[in-house]
């Protein structure tokens, strides 16, 4: 989900479950996406990407779905883990405007162990 | 070492100072970036750079300003900070456009009181 004001939406889950985080992305020409990973202190990190022209894209652990019909793009971490724990980001590329990355305002996972 | 290296990590200063915030990387990547984080708003581009000689406004280049120095170097300024500067900063590069992560670094962490 999308936050509103200042406050990060949060999906909290128990170490083990499956997480999903949703985004919905803004620009119907966009081309690219990705997922990123921001652990408290540290700068954001890769996680995922996925073309347009894909549906599904498998990582080790993560999932990454795409429906341009909605503008729906999904995080999906499996056997989710305390170290997942952090503030994940979709980022869509725009193929006008800036031309580069941008962003959600993000989702906040907590993993309980 | 860290391919995109960001100082200060922190800074406090005062309303109406002078602020440089440098960013260097050792990627090779001719693209370059400057992004604010602010709570629950998630990350907006402030400039980007193609290379050397190429510099673009992003969405809120407004009281700022930048400089390519040379393919590693990007520094970003507050000719006069105010406090609603207060943010993270984050300098990012990346290999191309249209496709392809950006890369970041830790972030400077600056406070205008």
């Known amino acids: 989900g999308e936050s509103v004001g200042l406050h990060l939406p949060t999906l909290s889950v128990q170490e083990g479950d499956n997480s999903i985080i949703n985004c919905a992305y803004s620009n119907s020409a966009s081309d690219y996406f990705i997922w990123y990973k921001q652990e408290s202190g540290k700068g954001p990190q890769f996680i995922i990407d996925i073309r347009s022209n894909m549906d599904k894209r498998q990582g080790q652990r993560v999932t990454v779905l795409l429906n341009k019909t909605v503008k729906h793009l999904s995080l999906q971490i499996a056997a989710t883990q305390p170290g997942d724990s952090a503030v994940y980001f979709c980022a869509e590329n725009m193929r006008s405007g800036y031309s580069t990355l941008t962003f959600g305002k993000g989702t906040m996972l907590l993993v309980s162990p | 070492d860290a391919d995109v290296t960001q100082t200060p990590r922190n800074r406090i200063t005062k309303t109406g100072k002078r602020i440089m915030l440098e960013c260097s990387q050792t990627?090779?990547?001719?693209?370059m970036y400057w992004y604010r984080q602010d709570p629950g708003l998630g990350l907006r581009l402030i400039y980007y750079s193609f290379d050397v000689k190429d510099i673009n406004k992003g969405e809120i280049s407004d009281g700022y300003s930048v400089s390519r120095q040379a393919q590693a170097k990007f520094s970003l300024s507050l000719e006069s900070a105010i406090p609603n500067q207060t943010a993270l900063y984050f300098c990012?590069?990346?290999?191309?456009?249209?496709?392809?992560?950006?890369?970041f670094g830790e972030g400077s962490r600056l406070t205008v009181l």
């Open positions: 990012a590069t990346r290999r191309q456009e249209g496709t392809g992560e950006l890369f």
């Open positions: 990627k090779g990547h001719d693209r």
